[in-house]
């Protein structure tokens, strides 16, 4: 059963549109797509959680028809707005399903901005007004992309380095190089499930179960794939004290003796851990381990700090040169780097590693804030705008085409011109184009119909979400 009554789950302006939409409107067809934004691409991810969560059988009860009544009565102080027989008519006529079409590109393909990426439309006359009742709910699926686009990004910057300086075949743990620390940054659990599942669409590395688990339930796969490593927090190194913290990383060797482990360092003195504890206290039982030690900076300038932590461990532990030309630590030893971590950064990060002859390798990443939280729906400009509609069985080209002023007083065009008519989405070579549906009647339109009438008609799987997301070698643009 759902926890939340649909009907209330719109903006409050859109409950008098009903009566605001032209007389002898039948059909509204609206479409979602990413105007811009930091990046020249959207990965499109998400829908199918909202579809299954919020839209999919019968979508609202009579329950919550008569529970939102009397509520939206005392929002808008007037009973004129909300119009119950609406909502009454989808309930008699079509069980409480939603009779509408959306039609999306697959998940987790990446489309070049200023493309369609959604359709939406009513398929019963009397049903005009629900198209875009539903933006509320479904523009949501920004969110989850937004995500993906971000991670995929910092996958192609973490793929370039790796190809720039690391040792061939150390590509295959580029999945584990960006680890989600997100969970408890984001401002919700339903924003940790959805953020986590499209940071896993491109790594395996995460802390944030709720990304597990929503790709399990929603996305059809037995797969956990959010994997994690045993790892010490300050409250476990600072127990004994500044005198005390040698003795606490050795515990800590002890406990796992074997495999990954991963131990933040810097809870009094970074260099001096590095260099007197696990450089040479330590250093023995590191180098005997079967598995390895990951040391956890977390205060400082990143690059800064970590090219210092480099020159002591590469001191201390030793280093081959690989045939690209960079060091490379003992496979024992790793650096996690979770603080101050985003996408500039990283390009950053990495670019001061090879600079300094050091190869990607001996680096692997933490995000939280700026991977779940530090991003909004302008990140990448999402929209959804009308764009077709018929009106007194009149066929409608809908448009909007803002023109703007600069900060000079120079009246321009706006970025927020929108598409108009019936839309197609087009490959042509590796390019994503958006024309009108009339047009190349013989090339495949990459929208497919995923709801219609209350029915999910097409889902994907994880694996193949994943699949659809990957980045291939000509992706990767610095």
């Not at 010490?232 to 005390?244: D, K, N, Q, R």
């Not at 060091?327 to 500039?344: A, F, T």
């Amino acid at each position: 059963m759902r926890q939340n009554n649909l009907i209330l789950l719109a903006d409050a302006y859109k409950y008098s549109h009903h009566k605001l939409y032209y007389p002898g409107t039948t059909k509204v067809y609206s479409y979602l797509e990413s105007r811009g934004g930091k990046f020249d691409n959207t990965v499109f991810y998400g829908l199918q959680y909202f579809l299954k969560e919020y839209l999919e059988g019968m979508a609202f009860t009579q329950q919550d028809l008569d529970e939102a009544e009397p509520f939206l009565k005392d929002v808008f102080g007037r009973d004129d707005v909300f119009d119950k027989d609406k909502f009454q008519y989808i309930l008699d006529k079509h069980n409480g399903k939603l009779p509408v079409r959306i039609k999306a590109v697959p998940e987790g393909t990446a489309v070049g901005v200023k493309n369609v990426l959604m359709t939406i439309e009513n398929t019963d006359p009397n049903c005009y007004w629900l198209t875009n009742f539903l933006e509320t709910i479904l523009m949501q699926v920004w969110y989850p992309s937004t995500v993906a686009t971000i991670s995929r990004e910092v996958k192609k910057v973490i793929s370039q380095f790796f190809n720039d300086t690391a040792s061939e075949g150390s590509e295959a743990g580029i999945e584990y190089v960006l680890n989600d620390f997100g969970f408890r940054g984001v401002s919700s659990v339903e924003s940790a499930g959805l953020g986590g599942s499209a940071h896993l669409i491109n790594f395996r590395g995460s802390d944030t179960l709720a990304g597990s688990v929503l790709a399990r339930r929603f996305y059809n796969t037995d797969q956990v794939y959010g994997n994690s490593i045993p790892a010490t927090e300050h409250s476990i190194c600072t127990l004994l004290g500044e005198s005390g913290e040698l003795e606490l990383f050795k515990h800590v060797l002890n406990t796992f003796p074997t495999g990954l482990v991963a131990c933040v360092s810097d809870s009094y003195d970074i260099f001096r851990a590095c260099d007197q504890y696990w450089g040479e206290n330590l250093k023995a039982e590191i180098l005997d381990r079967e598995g390895v030690l990951v040391i956890r900076p977390d205060s400082g300038d990143p690059i800064m700090t970590l090219l210092r932590i480099f020159d002591i461990l590469f001191e201390k532990f030793g280093f081959t040169v690989n045939e690209k030309g960079y060091k490379v630590l003992p496979s024992q030893i790793r650096v996690i780097q979770g603080d101050g971590v985003n996408y500039e950064a990283i390009i950053d990060i990495y670019a001061a590693l090879k600079n300094n002859g050091i190869s990607a390798e001996n680096l692997v990443l933490g995000m939280g804030g700026a991977l779940l939280q530090k991003l909004d729906r302008d990140t990448q400009k999402y929209a959804l705008k009308c764009s077709y509609a018929e009106i007194n069985g009149e066929e409608v080209i809908v448009q909007k085409r803002p023109v703007e002023m600069d900060e000079n007083g120079k009246i321009t065009s706006s970025f927020k011109r929108s598409k108009g008519g019936r839309l197609k989405l087009i490959k042509q070579g590796d390019e994503f184009i958006t024309v009108s549906s009339e047009d190349y009647p013989l090339i495949k339109d990459e929208l497919v119909t995923v709801f219609e009438d209350g029915q999910v008609v097409k889902e994907y799987t994880f694996e193949e979400v994943r699949e659809n997301a990957k980045v291939l070698n000509k992706a990767l643009v610095l």
